[in-house]
């Protein structure tokens, strides 16, 4: 149950920006401007990013919506996204991905332990300044909404079939704000 009256059985951030539309829309546009705006890194791997901090902060809405997106995005090739969550350092992804995860993983940690020999190991395996500035920004991003989330205790679903249909609209529609009706 939600610490304030949130719309009742709308899932995870979707029945906070609910609650407060002129905070969630900023916020959406944030969630859309990295995950989905104009990069160099792709979709999925800015959902990958996205879905390994918040499982590093225990956030069980954030992870599994965005692992859900992730896998979309990914069409699952080699389970790469249970990979990462299970330990990346031995997922079938890029080096220089690792070396960005690396990066988020000490955003979320503290972000005063990334060093400039994180940065320049990174940046050796071909990342640019511009996706080294999105991770530690998609990071410090998704510690928010991991405990915006987490801190009022919105809906989280238990069964993993719900987050599917969520992931493919992420995906699909982006980040929209939520219609007052349905919360879809």
């Known amino acids: 149950m939600a610490h304030i009256q949130v719309p009742e059985g709308v899932p995870g951030i979707r029945s906070l920006v609910m609650y407060r539309p002129d905070t969630g829309k900023p916020l959406y546009e944030l969630a859309g401007a990295l995950l989905r705006g104009d990069s160099t890194l792709s979709?999925?791997?800015?959902?990958?990013?996205?879905?390994?901090v918040s499982r590093l902060n225990s956030c069980l809405f954030c992870m599994s919506s965005h692992a859900a997106a992730a896998r979309y995005l990914f069409k699952d090739e080699k389970g790469i996204v249970d990979v990462v969550l299970e330990d990346y350092e031995s997922a079938p992804i890029s080096a220089k991905l690792k070396s960005l995860l690396s990066i988020a993983g000490s955003v979320q940690q503290d972000a005063r332990t990334v060093t400039p020999e994180i940065v320049a190991k990174a940046r050796s395996?071909?990342?640019?300044?511009?996706?080294?500035?999105?991770?530690?920004?998609?990071?410090a991003t998704f510690c928010m909404f991991n405990r915006y989330v987490d801190g009022l205790a919105s809906f989280t679903p238990t069964d993993p079939k719900a987050y599917e249909e969520m992931g493919k609209r992420m995906v699909e529609k982006g980040y929209v704000l939520p219609t007052p009706q349905t919360g879809i």
């Open 43 to 52: 979709e999925a791997e800015r959902e990958l990013i996205a879905t390994y």
């Open 125 to 139: 395996l071909g990342a640019t300044d511009r996706e080294i500035h999105d991770t530690v920004l998609i990071a």
